[in-house]
Protein backbone atom coordinates (compact mmCIF):
# COMPACT_ATOMS: atom_id res chain seq x y z
CA UNK A 1 0.00 0.00 0.00
CA UNK A 2 2.94 2.30 0.07
CA UNK A 3 2.77 3.55 3.88
CA UNK A 4 5.63 3.00 5.90
CA UNK A 5 6.03 0.75 9.31
CA UNK A 6 7.14 3.70 10.91
CA UNK A 7 3.88 6.06 9.87
CA UNK A 8 1.45 2.95 11.12
CA UNK A 9 3.14 2.77 14.54
CA UNK A 10 3.23 6.64 14.63
CA UNK A 11 -0.68 6.72 13.70
CA UNK A 12 -1.17 3.72 16.67
CA UNK A 13 -0.06 6.04 19.33
CA UNK A 14 -1.11 9.10 17.80
CA UNK A 15 -4.70 7.50 17.97
CA UNK A 16 -4.06 5.86 21.76
CA UNK A 17 -2.87 9.30 23.30
CA UNK A 18 -6.38 10.70 21.94
CA UNK A 19 -8.03 7.48 23.45
CA UNK A 20 -10.08 8.03 26.52
CA UNK A 21 -11.72 5.17 28.38
CA UNK A 22 -14.65 7.12 30.48
CA UNK A 23 -16.97 5.11 32.20
CA UNK A 24 -20.57 5.81 31.46
CA UNK A 25 -22.23 5.69 34.88
CA UNK A 26 -21.15 6.96 38.15
CA UNK A 27 -22.69 4.15 39.89
CA UNK A 28 -22.57 0.44 39.24
CA UNK A 29 -24.73 -2.10 41.02
CA UNK A 30 -22.19 -5.11 40.30
CA UNK A 31 -18.75 -5.18 38.42
CA UNK A 32 -16.69 -8.17 36.63
CA UNK A 33 -12.62 -8.69 37.31
CA UNK A 34 -10.95 -10.86 35.29
CA UNK A 35 -7.18 -11.58 33.51
CA UNK A 36 -7.73 -12.34 30.27
CA UNK A 37 -7.69 -16.44 30.24
CA UNK A 38 -7.57 -19.15 27.50
CA UNK A 39 -8.42 -22.71 28.27
CA UNK A 40 -6.76 -24.73 29.64
CA UNK A 41 -3.75 -22.67 30.40
CA UNK A 42 -3.88 -18.86 31.30
CA UNK A 43 -3.92 -16.65 28.62
CA UNK A 44 -0.61 -13.48 28.92
CA UNK A 45 0.35 -11.51 25.60
CA UNK A 46 4.25 -10.18 25.57
CA UNK A 47 6.61 -7.74 24.24
CA UNK A 48 9.75 -8.66 21.84
CA UNK A 49 10.47 -11.73 23.93
CA UNK A 50 8.25 -14.64 25.46
CA UNK A 51 9.70 -14.32 28.44
CA UNK A 52 8.30 -10.76 29.02
CA UNK A 53 4.78 -11.44 29.97
CA UNK A 54 2.60 -8.52 29.93
CA UNK A 55 -0.92 -9.72 32.20
CA UNK A 56 -3.92 -7.66 31.26
CA UNK A 57 -6.63 -7.26 34.51
CA UNK A 58 -9.58 -5.43 33.81
CA UNK A 59 -13.10 -4.18 35.08
CA UNK A 60 -16.19 -5.22 33.03
CA UNK A 61 -19.96 -3.67 33.69
CA UNK A 62 -22.11 -6.18 32.30
CA UNK A 63 -25.48 -4.02 32.96
CA UNK A 64 -23.94 -1.02 30.78
CA UNK A 65 -21.20 -3.98 28.72
CA UNK A 66 -18.30 -1.56 29.09
CA UNK A 67 -15.10 -2.22 30.03
CA UNK A 68 -14.51 0.29 32.73
CA UNK A 69 -10.88 0.29 33.15
CA UNK A 70 -7.37 -2.22 32.75
CA UNK A 71 -4.51 -2.42 33.09
CA UNK A 72 -1.33 -4.21 32.01
CA UNK A 73 1.81 -5.44 33.72
CA UNK A 74 3.17 -8.05 35.78
CA UNK A 75 0.76 -10.82 37.28
CA UNK A 76 0.59 -9.75 41.48
CA UNK A 77 -1.65 -7.78 43.31
CA UNK A 78 0.07 -4.75 42.79
CA UNK A 79 -1.32 -4.28 39.66
CA UNK A 80 -5.04 -5.30 40.75
CA UNK A 81 -3.99 -1.94 43.09
CA UNK A 82 -3.86 -0.27 40.27
CA UNK A 83 -6.89 -1.11 38.91
CA UNK A 84 -8.85 -0.29 42.10
CA UNK A 85 -7.34 2.66 42.24
CA UNK A 86 -8.78 3.55 38.69
CA UNK A 87 -12.06 2.32 40.07
CA UNK A 88 -12.30 4.77 43.43
CA UNK A 89 -14.08 7.55 41.68
CA UNK A 90 -17.17 5.04 40.75
CA UNK A 91 -19.11 3.92 43.23
CA UNK A 92 -19.69 -0.06 42.88
CA UNK A 93 -21.65 -2.31 44.97
CA UNK A 94 -20.23 -5.76 44.69
CA UNK A 95 -17.02 -6.55 42.74
CA UNK A 96 -16.95 -10.34 41.33
CA UNK A 97 -13.60 -11.96 40.36
CA UNK A 98 -12.77 -15.34 40.80
CA UNK A 99 -10.72 -17.26 43.07
CA UNK A 100 -7.25 -15.34 42.36
CA UNK A 101 -5.57 -14.75 45.69
CA UNK A 102 -4.58 -11.28 44.70
CA UNK A 103 -8.25 -10.17 44.39
CA UNK A 104 -9.00 -11.64 47.43
CA UNK A 105 -5.85 -9.11 48.89
CA UNK A 106 -7.64 -6.64 47.44
CA UNK A 107 -10.95 -5.85 47.42
CA UNK A 108 -13.20 -6.34 50.90
CA UNK A 109 -15.00 -9.11 51.73
CA UNK A 110 -18.18 -7.17 52.21
CA UNK A 111 -18.69 -6.27 48.77
CA UNK A 112 -16.93 -8.97 46.91
CA UNK A 113 -18.13 -11.97 45.18
CA UNK A 114 -16.29 -14.90 44.55
CA UNK A 115 -16.66 -17.84 41.91
CA UNK A 116 -17.23 -18.38 38.14
CA UNK A 117 -20.92 -18.20 38.40
CA UNK A 118 -20.17 -14.52 39.52
CA UNK A 119 -17.59 -13.79 35.94
CA UNK A 120 -19.74 -15.76 33.65
CA UNK A 121 -19.80 -12.54 31.55
CA UNK A 122 -16.28 -11.06 31.55
CA UNK A 123 -15.45 -15.00 30.56
CA UNK A 124 -17.30 -13.89 27.40
CA UNK A 125 -16.01 -11.04 27.03
CA UNK A 126 -12.47 -12.18 27.08
CA UNK A 127 -13.53 -15.07 24.34
CA UNK A 128 -14.29 -11.95 22.08
CA UNK A 129 -11.60 -10.05 22.59
CA UNK A 130 -8.90 -13.37 22.26
CA UNK A 131 -10.43 -13.79 18.76
CA UNK A 132 -9.93 -9.93 17.54
CA UNK A 133 -6.54 -9.23 18.76
CA UNK A 134 -3.50 -11.65 17.94
CA UNK A 135 -1.37 -10.40 20.62
CA UNK A 136 -3.84 -12.07 23.03
CA UNK A 137 -3.51 -15.28 21.43
CA UNK A 138 -2.06 -18.38 23.77
CA UNK A 139 0.17 -19.41 20.59
CA UNK A 140 0.53 -16.61 18.39
CA UNK A 141 3.18 -14.90 16.18
CA UNK A 142 1.46 -11.32 16.44
CA UNK A 143 3.15 -9.58 19.07
CA UNK A 144 5.03 -6.41 19.26
CA UNK A 145 8.55 -5.80 19.99
CA UNK A 146 7.85 -2.44 22.06
CA UNK A 147 5.81 -1.52 25.01
CA UNK A 148 4.18 1.78 23.91
CA UNK A 149 3.07 -0.11 20.30
CA UNK A 150 1.46 -2.92 22.89
CA UNK A 151 -0.41 -0.69 25.01
CA UNK A 152 -1.92 1.25 22.52
CA UNK A 153 -2.99 -1.30 20.58
CA UNK A 154 -5.06 -2.78 24.06
CA UNK A 155 -6.26 0.83 24.84
CA UNK A 156 -7.82 1.13 21.25
CA UNK A 157 -9.08 -2.70 21.08
CA UNK A 158 -10.81 -1.63 24.56
CA UNK A 159 -12.04 1.40 23.01
CA UNK A 160 -13.55 0.16 20.02
CA UNK A 161 -15.17 -2.74 22.37
CA UNK A 162 -17.09 -0.43 24.71
CA UNK A 163 -17.87 2.46 21.38
CA UNK A 164 -17.69 1.10 18.33
CA UNK A 165 -18.43 -2.58 18.39
CA UNK A 166 -20.93 -3.61 20.39
CA UNK A 167 -24.78 -3.49 19.37
CA UNK A 168 -28.00 -3.38 21.88
Not at 67 to 74: C, F, M, Q, R, T
Not at 125 to 137: E, H, K, Q, W, Y
Request: one cysteine or more; proline letters at 2%.
Amino acid sequence: MGVSRCTVLRTLLAVAEKTLLEPKRKHYHSVQIDELVSEPAELWSYVGQKRQKRWIVYAYAPETYEILAYVIGKRNAAMVRKLYQKLKNLQIDTYCTDDWEAFKQVFSKENHQVGKAYTRQIEGVNTCLRARNRRLVRKTTGFSKKEPYHDASIKIMFYHRNYCYYTF
